[in-house]
């Protein structure tokens, strides 16, 4: 009897320090996906149906009491691919930090401040119709230049001031290529250790009203001939709350040097929701002018849907998208903000999409 005893309490001695290090790790998610049908006007391409995950993602993180009100806190997050297995391993927000009366300091990567802007009014993000179809984009072909989630990162985030949030981020970008993961574009064999960028934003939330504003500036390269070269965006959100309905607006102004001429375009959103019970009646409109010395390149992105709340963390979604391009523009359904299916359009063309969704968070 007293030996089992001892057994136990030396199994119970050995536990308790590795029960003490993981208690804080939270576990969270995402789940989201669709069955789309998706025509991307081509006139060689039918209509295809296609199963989608849509931004699904899984994070841990956690903080630890370092005593004086400060704490260290950390995060890993991942995007999972319901429909084909996988997902890369710490491309979302993946950060170790210290929290206190001062804020929070963030180092890893992240969303920049004027990315997160977006956010607070888009009514189908991380969908087909993301607001990042059009906003954020540059050139003909939609690429996404501005929502960015890049790597080696310094992020500050104030307290809540009254209803006012200040955040800032700083880049420094040491030459790792890939446009999704960073400010630059690094050609091989080129020095791009001073290739960085920055982005802050303020926000303010106080009962039915909210505003933002945000600024963000990269230095870039292009090639080997124009290596200090910079391109900026200015962001303002608004939203305000009626009873059950929400209304929002986006602004944004990009410009650049004159090799980058293609990033100099105005966008625009209006967003608005109708609660009815665990109804919600969503739509969307964003629009986004000619670029710099190319007539005819802006388009426009219609949206309506309908969520339906099966419980707080469950939503069953219906949506209908729809981009009319101008002559010269390209802009296409899902290809800016990582849903793993997406089509590709010729100049010209109205890519639309109807889709079903069904969404969990945990």
């Not at 789940?31 to 841990?60: E, M």
């Not at 993301?130 to 996404?144: F, P, Q, Y």
């Not at 890049?150 to 809540?160: D, G, K």
Request: glycine share 12%.
């Amino acid at each position: 009897m007293m030996r089992k005893i001892l057994a136990a309490a030396i199994v119970s001695a050995f536990a308790a320090p590795a029960f003490a290090a993981t208690a804080n790790v939270d576990v969270y998610g995402v789940l989201n996906y669709a069955v789309a049908s998706i025509d991307s006007d081509t006139g060689a391409v039918d209509r295809q149906l296609t199963l989608a995950s849509q931004n699904s993602r899984i994070g841990f993180k956690g903080a630890e009491d370092l005593g004086g009100g400060l704490s260290a806190i950390w995060q890993i997050e991942s995007t999972v691919f319901l429909d084909e297995g996988g997902g890369p391993f710490a491309t979302r927000n993946t950060f170790v930090g210290l929290k206190g009366g001062f804020g929070s300091v963030l180092l890893g990567r992240h969303d920049t401040p004027v990315k997160m802007l977006r956010g607070k009014v888009d009514n189908f993000g991380d969908t087909f119709a993301d607001s990042r179809n059009l906003l954020g984009a540059n050139a003909v072909s939609g690429t996404s230049s501005y929502d960015l989630r890049p790597n080696n990162t310094a992020v500050y985030i104030s307290p809540n001031l009254s209803g006012l949030t200040l955040m800032a981020a700083y880049t420094a970008d040491h030459g790792v290529s890939g446009a999704g993961a960073t400010f630059t574009n690094c050609a091989a064999g080129l020095d791009c250790n001073d290739r960085d960028g920055y982005s802050v934003s303020a926000d303010y939330a106080n009962g039915p009203l909210m505003l933002g504003l945000g600024y963000e500036r990269h230095n870039t390269l292009i090639n080997a001939t124009n290596d200090d070269l910079e391109r900026s965006i200015w962001r303002a959100v608004a939203g305000f709350v009626v009873g059950d309905l929400k209304l929002g607006a986006e602004y944004e102004r990009a410009s650049a040097d004159a090799a980058l001429a293609s990033d100099d375009r105005n966008g625009w959103g209006l967003f608005a929701n109708y609660a009815l019970g665990n109804v919600v009646l969503k739509a969307n409109y964003l629009a986004v002018g000619d670029y710099d010395g190319v007539n005819d390149s802006g388009a426009k992105q219609y949206t309506v849907g309908v969520d339906y709340n099966l419980s707080k963390r469950t939503t069953a979604s219906v949506f209908y998208a729809q981009i009319k391009n101008d002559t010269n523009a390209g802009f296409d359904i899902g290809r800016a903000q990582g849903v793993s299916d997406s089509t590709t359009v010729a100049n010209g063309a109205d890519p639309s999409v109807l889709a079903l969704g069904l969404k969990h968070t945990f």
